[in-house]
């Protein structure tokens, strides 16, 4: 993934919980490792009815520009919804990136809000056929 997504001027990733979770602390990681540190946040599916009521933790992102993870998109609604949570916190979203792009209209759903797409694989990849 920090190959997907090295070259953008971004300070941290992160994505709706819990398909993006793992692969935001990997890039923490490996960024880490890579002397380009970059911070990850955690976006809840909902606000927290208690406490604080945040639905992103972690990385701070007022006024930040960051990356949207997912491990795969079908039909984008996840990751627009962790978009759309970002933008009320007052993040800039710079692109979308998933581990695996099924080829089922997220990329067309995310790119509709004028964000770049990026993905690591396709099912061509992988050698599969859409279901
Ligand atoms: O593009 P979409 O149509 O939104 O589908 C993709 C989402 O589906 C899966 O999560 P799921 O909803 O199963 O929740 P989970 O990560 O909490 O298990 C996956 O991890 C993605 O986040
Ligand atoms: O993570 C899964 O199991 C999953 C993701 C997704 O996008 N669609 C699905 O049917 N399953």
Redesign the pocket.
């Known amino acids: 993934m920090l190959d997907l997504i090295g070259d953008l001027d971004v300070v941290a990733v992160g994505?709706?919980?819990?398909?993006?979770d793992p692969i935001a602390n990997s890039v923490l990681h490996a960024s880490v490792a890579a002397d380009k540190p970059l911070d990850a946040f955690v976006v809840r599916?909902e606000p927290k009815d208690h406490g604080r009521g945040r639905q992103i933790e972690g990385a701070d992102v007022k006024g930040k520009r960051v990356v949207v993870l997912?491990?795969?998109?079908?039909?984008?609604?996840?990751?627009l919804?962790a978009v759309e949570a970002l933008r009320k916190e007052g993040a800039e979203i710079v692109a979308v990136a998933v581990i695996v792009d099924r080829k089922t209209g997220?990329q067309a759903a995310i790119e509709a809000e004028g964000l770049e797409w990026r993905a690591a694989f396709d099912l061509d990849d992988l050698g599969l056929d859409p279901q």
Do not use: I, M
């Open positions: 994505g709706l919980t819990l398909g993006a599916k997912e491990d795969t998109s079908t039909t984008g609604q996840s990751a919804k997220a």
